[in-house]
């Protein structure tokens, strides 16, 4: 099968505690569904705050989602084989995190942390491990002595390559990447998503692409899902997306990025608040901020329709065939 993620109607709340101490459920991911096939980038983007690191979270098994469905490799890791599928595929999967600082143990070598998969699934020689190693570094362009250096002596850019090593290190399919370049320079992001999509083509990878830097984005993804207060409003090929944004909300998030056009002197910036996840606007989401709401848009929540050229968008602006079929949708306007 070609389709190694596929998500449907995923919801996600936490228990949180509100004002005067009771407990309240903030709402932070609202029916997402999505497929990642094998070989292909699926960007995430969106304000922060919009639900895109919890649900890279729950793709590699962190969290478990509160509703809907998640398949990894055609096994449901939802409902009561969770336990025993994770456990099945976790080798498969693997995270890579915005800050590589954070991600390293500054009192383990090198070597030693690009190892840790390898050393707690237990199954390579010593011997075997320390090869696998250096080859590790040799895929991500780093001196196969690096093994018994220390994270300090490396510079912000070597250390994400140390963080992707260790990704690597049991031959996954499906990597999460949640800004994986956000923290570091501009000279250094090109060369790791350089790196990142060199690997892809070597082998084969599938990554989910969290960011908020739609350039990098662009760069790096096959396709885009926009997300927004924990919905996603659109989803296409990224070209189609970047081109003709379809959902107000995607345009405005486009016409925010600053462009080298003298004719536009200041980028236009959405106006209004990012929506409360505890008590979500009703209907669509957007239609606080959104220039194009209608009355129906205050009561009637759109669903993600197809609409052309292998897009995908929810709003009420746009007609085509219902994406996903979902009980919650059904309801009666
Ligand atoms: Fe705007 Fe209505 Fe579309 Fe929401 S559904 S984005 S409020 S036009
Ligand atoms: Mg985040």
Redo the contacts with the bound molecule.
Sequence with gaps: DDVLVEVRDLDMAFKIKGQRGQPTMLHVLHKLSFDIGRGETLGLVGESGSGKSTAGRILVGLFEPTGGSVKLFGRPITGPERRANLAAVRSRLQFVFQDPHAALNPRLRVGDSIAEPIDIAGTMSRRDRNDRVKELLEMVGLPRDSAERFPHEFSGGQRQRIVIARALALAPAFIVCDEPVSALDVSMQAQIINLLMDLQARFGLSYLFIAHDLAVVRAVTHRVAVMYAGSI?EVAPKDVLYEKPQ???TQALLDAVPRPDPARVRPQVIGGEVPSLLVPPP?????TR?????P??RV?I?VLRETGDGRQT????YEGPSVIPSAARDLPR
């Design positions: 409003v959902h107000p909300y209907g669509c989401r957007f239609h959104c220039p194009h709401a209608m129906r848009c009637d759109p929810a709003c009420h602006l």
